[in-house]
C-alpha cells in the first residue's frame, strides 16, 4: 500500500511505501561482485525471478534490453483506500513502477555502452514512457538511473526505473513555474551558455552538454536538446542519436572522476500537460551531504561549474583547481 502526503509548511511531497521494505539490498559493492551472475534477477536465464516481462527487443533469454514492473513498487497499480484528515492533504498512491535491465551482460556498466546500444536504450526508454504518460491516473512520469552504491543502487546488473506517480513534485513544479513563462528561459539560458562557451563541456548538431550555473553537485552535468522540446516523447531521431552520443562522450568522464564513484542520471520532464524544456541531468555523488543541505536545501559545492566544464572539455584533471 502507498500514500502521498503533502507538507503543509513546503508544499513537499513524501511517498510511503510499506512495500519497499522487503527488497534486497545486494550492497556492499565488493560482496555483490563475488556473488556475481549466480544470484542476480536481472540476468538472462533468470527471468522466472522477476516479475513477467513488459517488453524484451528479442523472446527467451536472447535480449539484450528487458522491461518489466518492480517487484517492489514505490506506487500500487491498483487504487485502495486511505484516510483523510483535517488540514492535511493526501493522494492514495497509484502509479506504475517499471524496471529497464538495459544490458544482459552483467558486469557490464553504461560508460560502455556503444553509441548505437545507447540510442537503443533510448528508443526503449521512450516507447515505455509514452505508454506511462498516457495513463489518465499520472501526473508525472521520472526515469532515472542509479549507478553505484553512493547514488542508490541496490543491484550491481546496470539498470533504469521509471516511476509514473499521480502528484507533482514541489521541484518540478517550480522548474515549470519559473522556467516557462511568455518566452522559454531555459531556451534562453541554453542559448546564452552555447554562445559564451564558459560552461560549456561540448555539443554537436542537435544538443549540448553544459555544466549548470549554480549546480547542486560537483560536476553537475546536464545534456540539453538545443531546439525547444517540451517531453522525451518529442525528440527526433536525429536528437536521441546525438543524445546517445553525449552520453558516450560524457559517462566515461563522470565514471573517471574518482573509482567506483556514485552518479544519477535522471531525464528530467515537465508535468503531465503543461509546456517544459526537456533535458537530462547528471548528478555525481561526490562528498554527500550533511545536516546544512538537509535543513535548508541550500548545498554545499566545493567546485565551480566553470571548473567542471574545463574538466570536461579535457582542460583539467580531476579535482585540479
Ligand atoms: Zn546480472
Ligand atoms: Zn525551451
Not at 506511462?132 to 543502487?153: L, T, W
Amino acid at each position: 500500500m502507498s500514500e502521498f502526503r503533502k507538507n503543509p509548511f513546503t508544499g513537499e511531497w513524501t511517498v510511503y511505501a510499506k512495500s519497499r521494505k522487503n527488497r534486497p539490498y545486494e550492497f556492499r559493492w565488493q560482496k555483490a561482485q563475488q556473488k556475481g551472475k549466480k544470484c542476480c534477477p536481472f540476468c538472462p536465464g533468470h527471468e522466472d525471478r522477476t516479475t513477467p516481462a513488459l517488453f524484451q527487443d528479442k523472446p527467451g533469454d536472447g535480449w539484450d534490453i528487458r522491461v518489466f514492473p518492480n517487484m517492489f513498487p514505490v506506487v500500487d497499480e491498483e487504487n485502495c483506500q486511505i484516510d483523510e484528515e483535517p488540514i492535511y492533504e493526501n493522494v492514495d498512491g497509484m502509479g506504475l513502477h517499471e524496471v529497464i535491465v538495459d544490458t544482459p551482460v552483467h558486469e557490464e556498466s553504461i560508460e560502455e555502452f556503444t553509441p548505437e546500444h545507447m540510442r537503443k536504450v533510448l528508443g526503449v526508454l521512450r516507447q515505455r514512457y509514452e505508454n506511462m504518460r498516457r495513463q489518465d491516473h499520472i501526473s508525472y512520469v521520472q526515469i532515472f538511473k542509479n549507478c553505484g552504491p553512493e547514488a542508490g543502487m541496490s543491484i550491481r546488473h546496470s539498470h533504469w526505473q521509471m516511476i509514473g506517480i499521480p502528484v507533482i513534485p514541489t521541484r518540478i513544479f517550480t522548474m515549470q513555474e519559473n522556467g516557462i513563462g511568455k518566452e522559454c528561459l531555459f531556451c534562453q539560458v541554453f542559448h546564452q551558455e552555447i554562445a559564451e562557451k564558459k560552461r560549456l563541456a561540448g555539443e554537436n548538431d542537435t544538443m549540448a552538454a553544459l555544466t549548470p550555473y549554480a549546480a547542486r553537485y560537483p560536476y553537475e552535468l546536464w545534456i540539453v536538446p538545443k531546439a525547444h522540446r517540451a517531453s522525451f516523447g518529442e525528440l527526433t531521431e536525429q536528437e536521441l542519436r546525438d543524445l546517445a552520443d553525449m552520453m558516450c562522450r560524457f559517462l566515461p568522464k563522470v565514471a573517471a572522476l574518482r573509482e567506483n564513484i556514485g552518479y544519477n542520471l535522471c531525464l528530467m520532464d515537465g508535468p503531465k500537460g503543461r509546456d517544459f524544456h526537456w533535458h537530462m541531468q547528471i548528478l555525481p555523488r561526490i562528498g554527500g551531504f550533511a545536516g546544512f543541505e538537509h535543513a535548508t536545501d541550500c548545498y554545499i559545492n566545493t567546485i565551480l561549474p566553470e571548473t567542471a566544464a574545463e574538466y570536461y572539455r579535457g582542460e583539467k584533471k580531476p579535482f585540479e583547481e
